[in-house]
């Protein structure tokens, strides 16, 4: 390549990560014109307090606690990156901020994985390009909860990861052992990630008959990088709490969820109603249920919850299986619409009423119709980067690297686990975006070299 093309290419990238910095601080900065008073607007109404609760306990005491009690639900990881919010007074604006810089930074990542696997810069550019301008995770960076930093600690995960696979490096396992243990305290769901990437290390050793003890050696050497910072935490979690877990959240999640899912369509209730039922969220409706439980301690109850909602799942196997392939279609289809509207605070009303706030400057585009605009635009938008997507895998062969194969399984983890617990929606999806952008741009790729030779005949 000569140094025009080369300098040409640097410019497009520039481009391509201006353009995606500066949609993703115009999205915060509208949201603050729109609602100059409310910064709850980049609040997730279930979650963002139960990570700032844990963050305050952090500058004011300096321990992990919430309301004077060690925290066992959430991890430190997201928290940890509140505090520079909390301490210099606007966690909402500074953490925003950095989550900004963070999406942004998982732009070049994906252009760096897409270069890894396929060796093309045209590519590269078409994948870095997509998430540049992909709609979940332009938004997800104007909310308050893990998926930002989730995203940018996977994608790098990956980057190192595929390295690996192509240069069989010790020094890029370590490093993706490391970040592995980042993400599980971001959050816990990536706890098992170490185990099935050193699965399948061991697997493709088995393959190639490689039968050396290097490789083998630096599989040991990832899983100790990786698992022994977790291993810490839960010791520290028997410490503080008496249970060797590494968070609370899998048993909350699979009685509540799991199990309001799954008896919902027993009662014929709706599934919020069911999980309100159940105590969700609401300590004296769950006391009322198990009165017993009230002078156990919150390991005690987790516990119960998590062998109760085991029972559930395996009591009613068919039910698990539905909801299993419901929450992984939702999460991989959702269009995720509400959070946009969470940010820019749009309500859904009468349309009387609507009209009757003068003070608000959407209130023309507030009704059914304009939500079902903005979701078929939306599930188009996802829609083109699934089909090409799809056209990468099986369109032609993306490539001889093996790291395609890696990156299917770890996006269908990233999907079925979470399912398994009762949680399926949009949100789920986020951490396989970069994946699915890297395989998109290979997809446009094909379509763009099929139509120039069809312009050439």
């Not at 893990?146 to 490096?169: C, G, I, M, N, V």
């Not at 959407?362 to 997507?389: H, M, Q, V």
């Amino acid at each position: 390549m000569n140094s025009q093309a080369i300098t040409t290419h640097k410019m497009t990238i520039w481009i391509i990560l201006l353009v995606g910095l500066t949609m993703r601080m115009s999205i915060p900065a509208l949201a603050v014109y729109l609602s100059p008073d409310d910064r709850s607007v980049f609040f997730n109404k279930d979650d963002t307090l139960s990570y700032i609760r844990p963050a305050m306990g952090l500058t004011s005491l300096g321990k992990f606690v919430s309301d004077g009690r060690p925290e066992f639900n959430r991890t430190p990881g997201y928290p940890l990156l509140l505090v520079p919010g909390i301490l210099l007074g606007n966690v909402e604006l500074v953490t925003v901020g950095i989550q900004v810089v963070l999406s942004s930074l998982t732009i070049l990542l994906v252009y760096g994985i897409s270069m890894v696997l396929f060796y093309d810069q045209r590519i590269a550019a078409f994948s870095a390009g997509f998430y540049a301008l992909e709609p979940l995770s332009l938004i997800q960076t104007s909310i308050l909860q893990t998926e930002t930093f989730f995203a940018f600690t996977f994608t790098a995960f990956l980057f190192f990861l595929l390295r690996y696979l192509k240069k069989s490096s010790l020094n890029d396992l370590l490093a993706a052992g490391l970040i592995a243990s980042v993400a599980a305290y971001i959050r816990p769901v990536a706890y098992f990630m170490p185990m099935v990437v050193g699965f399948l290390l061991l697997v493709r050793m088995l393959i190639k008959f490689n039968f050396r003890v290097k490789p083998l050696v630096h599989v040991i050497l990832f899983l100790l990088v990786a698992m022994t910072p977790l291993l810490i935490w839960q010791v520290r979690n028997k410490i503080e709490t008496g249970h060797f877990l590494f968070s609370s959240q899998t048993g909350t999640c699979i009685y509540f969820c799991a199990g309001g899912e799954i008896l919902h369509r027993e009662s014929g209730s709706s599934v919020a109603d069911r999980m309100q039922k159940m105590g969700y969220n609401e300590n004296e409706v769950y006391f009322e249920l198990h009165p017993e439980q009230r002078q156990w301690s919150e390991t005690e109850r987790d516990y119960y919850r998590q062998k109760e909602g085991l029972r559930i799942v395996l009591t009613h196997p068919f039910q698990f299986l539905r909801m299993l392939v419901v929450k992984a279609v939702w999460t991989s289809l959702g269009p995720g619409l509400s959070d946009w509207f969470c940010v820019f605070n749009i309500k859904f009303q009468r349309m009387d009423k609507v009209l009757a706030d003068k003070r608000d400057s959407l209130r023309l585009l507030k009704g059914p119709r304009f939500g079902l605009l903005a979701t078929f635009l939306l599930a188009g938008i996802l829609a083109g980067y699934w089909i090409l997507a799809v056209l990468c895998l099986f369109g032609r062969k993306p490539g001889t690297h093996e790291g395609v194969l890696f990156l299917v399984i770890l996006a269908a983890y990233y999907v079925f686990l979470p399912a398994a617990v009762g949680l399926g929606y949009s949100r789920y999806r986020h951490p396989i975006m970069p994946i699915l952008c890297v395989f998109a741009g290979n997809g446009l790729a094909m379509v763009w070299d099929k139509c120039a030779s069809r312009r050439q005949k």
